[in-house]
């Protein structure tokens, strides 16, 4: 478990990558934010969730990045099902304090196709 980042994953350098590349700046784990998002756009009172899909548990069925672990269940539903419980309760506090938030999964960053529909949709998202 000390292996696994929560900062700098591959699948959110991309995205920072993508966002920087379309010209918008941005500030990185803004502590002052309820879960320290991963991309922060102050003066636009918006944030962007980069998610894993196994340790965020995409619930989508045809993701292929998500499966639900065989051994140690005992360890693992209950820390999983928390990550999902404490993903709800930031977004919901995000959303309390006059902010808005979109979430980007791992499986969306690493489709081509899919990478550019992100594209449009950050766009949308910031204007």
Do not use: A
């Amino acid at each position: 478990m000390q292996r696994i980042k929560s900062k700098d994953t591959k699948p959110e350098i991309k995205v920072r990558k993508l966002i920087f590349e379309m010209g918008y700046r941005f500030r990185l784990h803004w502590k002052k934010l309820p879960g320290k998002p991963d991309i922060v756009f102050p003066g636009r009172r918006k944030v962007i969730f980069v998610h894993g899909c196994f340790w965020h548990q995409h619930n989508i069925r045809d993701c292929s990045y998500v499966h639900k672990p065989k051994s140690r269940l005992d360890y693992w539903l209950p820390k999983l099902e928390r990550n999902i419980q404490r993903d709800n309760e930031n977004q919901k506090e995000i959303e309390d304090i006059g902010w808005e938030y979109i979430v980007i999964w791992e499986c969306q960053i690493n489709n081509p196709d899919e990478l550019r529909k992100l594209g449009k949709l950050i766009n949308n998202f910031l204007k």
